[in-house]
């Protein structure tokens, strides 16, 4: 990119050669979040579960890089201006830690202590048929929410 | 890059007045910021969410409402959703080879690529309508949830007041990017931005169609996929 400012300002980032990289590139990311959505189709909760839907999340955030980096040309602005628009972004690692770790722990504080949200919350309900005969319903009668 | 960057903000000086300290025109500048205010709702909607689905026992599961495809029935999961999500992430290209053809003044290019932009959008907003006709023929709407948790207990409506509220306001994102696209492509057929002399203002519908596609990214990954 040996670009001066003068010219940023007329033709910023690559040509058409760059719009198809990204294309493939996004394609495959979400080609590999199917694949892993598909693979875990049915089971029940677990360490591994929860990796692969870590792992897709990762992939989420890579695309959401690619759109915003290239498509949206934030990549080719100046980095001041870069700046005054991801800085504040930033915010949302505190909105996001913050609000989950309060859900979860209102969850657990109302296991322990509200016995009745917790026998509600653990009875079975008769399986509605919506439109479908069986597909892969999991049989995961004993596993009782965490 | 990076050292281009930062080699060119101590060389120049940005901010001693006769240029623009940002090298980008006022209404791009506006519209990032927009951009930026209206991430902010759409993450204030994600987290509400996250929140509300962390603070649960049990949820749906999404393999299990969202599994059925028009013409083929049900008993595929996450196929109507990824046609879905290419539609989408074609028609963001499009517009980025919209704007591409802007640069170089290229009418004929912006009028092609500005029309398949228009054919993707309303085409993800066809499979939005009949997602969600669907679902509600199955009696899921707000305040109505038909569908049990993954371990079968009864669910509350969260599920679909959530579903239904987030991906209706990301649709309706759509609605509007669509309209914008319409009426960029109207101004191109009437030589507006010819007579201008530049093709700017099909950037800015640009940045706006990318962020509908990145919002979608979130919202496919956080109800479809985890």
Same mark, same amino acid.
């Not at chain 1, 007329?10 to 058409?16: I, P, Q, R």
């Not at chain 1, 979860?104 to 016995?115: I, V, W």
């Not at chain 2, 963001?92 to 398949?116: C, N, R």
């Given at each position: ?146 | ?41 759409? +993450? ?6 996250? *929140?509300?689905? $962390?603070? !649960? ?7 299990? &409402? %969202? ?84 371990? +079968? ?6 599920? *679909?007041?959530? $579903?239904? !509220? ?7 994102? &759509? %609605? ?51």
């Amino acid at each position: 990119m040996e670009h001066n400012a003068a010219q940023m300002a007329e033709n910023h980032g690559g040509g058409t050669k760059e719009v198809i990289r990204v294309t493939i590139i996004l394609s495959v990311i979400t080609l590999i979040e199917l694949a892993l959505g598909y693979a875990i189709i049915g089971m029940p909760p677990s360490t591994l579960v929860t990796a692969v839907k870590g792992s897709i999340l990762i992939l989420m955030m890579a695309k959401a890089f690619y759109i915003v980096a290239y498509f949206m040309h934030l990549k080719h602005e100046l980095k001041n201006m870069i700046m005054t628009i991801v800085v504040p972004l930033a915010l949302f690692i505190w909105f996001i830690t913050a609000f989950l770790w309060d859900g979860n722990s209102y969850k657990n504080l109302r296991n322990t202590y509200d016995r009745h949200h917790a026998e509600q919350n653990s009875i079975k309900v008769e399986k509605k048929e919506h439109s479908s005969g069986e597909k892969h319903a999991q049989p995961s009668s004993d596993h009782k929410g965490h | 890059m990076a050292t281009t960057a930062t080699a060119m903000s101590t060389d120049t000086k940005w901010w001693n007045g006769g240029k623009s300290p940002f090298n980008v025109e006022y209404g791009k500048l506006m519209m990032w910021y927009f951009l930026m205010s209206d991430a902010f709702t759409f +993450g204030a909607f994600l987290i509400a969410y996250g *929140t509300v689905r $962390f603070s !649960t026992n049990g949820w749906p599961d999404p393999n299990e &409402v %969202f599994q059925s495809f028009p013409g083929l029935g049900s008993g595929y999961p996450l196929l109507f959703v990824s046609l879905m999500t290419f539609i989408l992430i074609i028609s963001s290209v499009t517009m980025v080879l919209a704007v591409q053809a802007g640069h170089h003044m290229d009418k004929k290019g912006v009028v092609k690529y500005l029309i398949w932009t228009i054919i993707g959008g309303a085409a993800f907003l066809g499979c939005q309508a009949w997602e969600w006709a669907h679902l509600h023929h199955e009696g899921a709407w707000w305040g109505s949830n038909p569908f049990p948790n993954m371990d +079968g207990s009864k669910a509350t409506t969260n599920f *679909t007041n959530f $579903f239904f !509220t987030i991906t209706g306001f990301h649709g309706f994102h &759509v %609605f509007s990017g669509v309209i914008i696209n319409i009426i960029m492509l109207i101004m191109t057929l009437n030589n507006v931005f010819e007579k201008r002399g530049h093709y700017l203002m099909i950037e800015k519908a640009g940045l706006y169609w990318h962020f509908v596609d990145l919002v979608w990214v979130f919202v496919f990954t956080m109800f479809y996929l985890v």
